[in-house]
């Protein structure tokens, strides 16, 4: 199974690495206009958003995935960077450029909280998947049908962005699905895996509708 993996193409790297460049120069020519004073108020700043975020990690009721010196040292960090390049577009593009830079990363942070946010609740809601004994037998048991219809919900789940844990337990049904279509009709499983990609295929219109053990037609020849 294919798990999807975000790829950043080479115009991407060349925009984030143009991006820091830019900032670099922007945060050069910002420390050198405040001299003394204005550096130290801007490392005071820095210090203050460091406190503020260990003690924000400190007190987080989960564990994060940093821990709470990087998370200081991270915060404080981008709030220097951050004073320093606005102060230096205020010095090569004046003020209300500089404001725009301000209210348009402050925009661009709450694009990216709220995505996030929308995104940890979507994992949220995935269920738990039954992948034990249980759900073994209640794929021997179903229809090719129900099946079929498992296949395609369990694969528009891993098309959404998934938690490690949750993705595999998808995996694990659908290999469940898999082998009991392939025990269940072994020929027509194989014409269905030669139709063409198993995502854009139905397989009910390959396998045989019903479990061996329900088809009255293999009951008569037993008997």
């Known amino acids: ?18 991006g820091l460049v830019c900032a670099a120069v922007l945060a050069v020519v910002g420390g050198i ?32 995935g940093r821990s ?57 809601a995935v269920p738990p998947a039954d992948t034990g004994a249980g759900a073994a037998a209640d794929v021997a048991g179903a229809s090719t049908a129900t099946l079929g219809e498992e296949w395609r919900r369990t694969g528009a789940q891993l098309q959404r962005p998934l938690a490690p844990a949750a993705r595999q337990r998808v995996v694990t049904r659908r290999a469940q699905v898999l082998d009991e279509l392939e025990r269940r009709d072994p020929d027509g499983f194989a014409r269905w895996l030669a139709a063409g990609p198993l995502g854009s295929v139905d397989p009910t219109g390959f396998v045989r509708s019903t479990p061996p053990g329900a088809d009255p037609s293999t009951e008569t020849e037993a008997a």
């Open 1 to 18: 199974m294919e798990l999807s993996v975000p790829v950043r193409g080479p115009l991407v790297r060349f925009l984030i690495g143009l």
């Open 33 to 64: 206009a405040l001299r003394g004073p204005g550096l130290v108020a801007v490392c005071v700043s820095g210090a203050l958003a460091g406190c503020v975020a260990a003690g924000v990690a400190r007190e987080a009721p989960r564990p994060a």
């Open 68 to 124: 709470v010196l990087e998370s200081a040292g991270q915060a404080a960090a981008v709030t220097i960077g951050a004073l320093l390049v606005v102060s230096g577009t205020a010095v090569l593009a004046g003020g209300a450029v500089a404001l725009l830079l301000v209210g348009s990363g402050a925009a661009g942070w709450a694009v990216l909280r709220w995505v996030r946010d929308r995104r940890e609740a979507a994992l949220r």
